[in-house]
């Protein structure tokens, strides 16, 4: 098996990887900062700065990049003048910070919020799932969720998959014509111990998988089945997207710990691996 090669290292908390025109993205988030990058080239270039902590990334149909803002629980969209603004705000559906999110072609979003105060070490509540429509308008469409983290689309579905971190699970949605989750079912058992983070998904609907207690990426089929195993000693595994010339490079997003106190050092990396199956094409 191929080791993976760094690409870009001196980062705090890189999450929120995702591939795009023939780039990858990703944000920084005990930075506060959101890139664009060559892996080929190896350049970097920082798209803008957010005065939060930034998670996921999204675009909308006009191209305007979307940014999950944690702990104002508001999603904030770039404009093409490279000016923020307020995009949808949910701090009057959840006290608690906000994480991951996936957004569709038409527009929609799915967001997951934490449920509770991790940073604060709160005790353990369920988590929301938000839909936020083309127009920024969001509704809480599921409200027990185990930390609802890293989702993705199966791709030629309307198959919502989301990891739940301390639940050692994916779990899957049905997307209705409303936008509305139904048949809410647990996709992959994944192996004890696992704490899924950020996800992926490949071209035959395996989804990778960032499990950021074990210091692993591992691909998961639907059932629970696990085909392949990239270890990164002892770090923590935040992130990966597929991308690349060809679609078949994983982009390992990893750091030394998640707490904002121990990045300092700026130990977070993206390191990349050849891998047998594709990205999606759409």
């Given at each position: 098996?191929?080791?993976?090669?760094l690409i870009f290292s001196?980062?705090?908390?890189?999450?929120?990887?995702?591939?795009?025109?023939?780039r990858?993205?990703?944000s920084?988030?005990?930075?506060g900062q959101?890139?664009?990058?060559?892996?080929g080239?190896?350049?970097?270039?920082e798209v803008?700065?957010v005065?939060?902590q930034?998670?996921?990334?999204g675009w909308?149909?006009d191209?305007s990049?979307l940014?999950?803002?944690?702990t104002d629980r508001?999603?904030r969209r770039?404009?093409?003048?490279g000016?923020?603004?307020?995009f949808?705000?949910?701090?009057?559906?959840t006290?608690?910070?906000?994480n991951?999110l996936v957004?569709?072609p038409?527009?929609?979003?799915?967001?997951?919020?934490?449920?509770?105060?991790?940073y604060?070490?709160a005790?353990?509540?369920p988590?929301?799932?938000f839909?936020i429509?083309?127009d920024?308008?969001p509704v809480v469409v599921d409200e027990?969720?185990?930390?609802?983290n890293?989702s993705?689309?199966l791709?030629?579905?309307s198959?919502?998959?989301?990891a739940?971190?301390?639940?050692?699970r994916l779990?899957a949605?049905?997307?209705?014509d409303?936008g509305?989750l139904?048949d809410?079912?647990?996709w992959a058992?994944l192996?004890?111990?696992?704490?899924?983070?950020g996800?992926?998904?490949?071209?035959?609907?395996?989804?990778?998988v960032?499990?950021?207690?074990?210091?692993?990426?591992?691909?998961?089929e639907?059932g629970g089945r696990?085909t392949?195993?990239?270890?990164?000693?002892?770090?923590?595994?935040t992130d990966?997207?597929?991308?690349?010339?060809?679609?078949?490079t994983?982009?390992?997003?990893t750091?030394?710990?998640?707490?904002?106190?121990?990045?300092?050092?700026?130990s977070g990396?993206?390191e990349a691996?050849e891998?047998d199956?594709?990205?999606p094409?759409?």
């Amino acid at each position: 098996m191929p080791e993976p090669t760094l690409i870009f290292s001196d980062l705090r908390f890189p999450e929120g990887a995702r591939w795009r025109d023939g780039r990858l993205w990703f944000s920084d988030m005990h930075t506060g900062q959101v890139f664009s990058s060559d892996p080929g080239a190896r350049t970097l270039e920082e798209v803008t700065v957010v005065d939060d902590q930034p998670s996921g990334l999204g675009w909308l149909p006009d191209g305007s990049l979307l940014i999950s803002c944690m702990t104002d629980r508001v999603v904030r969209r770039l404009g093409p003048d490279g000016a923020l603004e307020d995009f949808a705000d949910v701090s009057h559906l959840t006290r608690s910070p906000i994480n991951d999110l996936v957004t569709m072609p038409d527009g929609r979003t799915f967001l997951g919020g934490f449920g509770y105060d991790l940073y604060a070490d709160a005790p353990q509540r369920p988590g929301p799932i938000f839909r936020i429509d083309a127009d920024g308008r969001p509704v809480v469409v599921d409200e027990d969720m185990v930390f609802p983290n890293g989702s993705v689309v199966l791709p030629g579905t309307s198959t919502l998959v989301v990891a739940e971190t301390w639940a050692a699970r994916l779990t899957a949605f049905d997307i209705d014509d409303r936008g509305d989750l139904v048949d809410k079912r647990v996709w992959a058992e994944l192996p004890p111990g696992s704490t899924p983070d950020g996800i992926c998904v490949d071209a035959l609907g395996a989804v990778w998988v960032s499990s950021i207690g074990t210091s692993e990426f591992i691909r998961v089929e639907e059932g629970g089945r696990v085909t392949r195993t990239i270890g990164v000693d002892g770090r923590c595994a935040t992130d990966c997207v597929l991308g690349g010339p060809d679609g078949t490079t994983l982009f390992l997003l990893t750091s030394n710990s998640w707490q904002p106190s121990e990045t300092s050092v700026r130990s977070g990396r993206v390191e990349a691996v050849e891998v047998d199956v594709a990205g999606p094409t759409t």
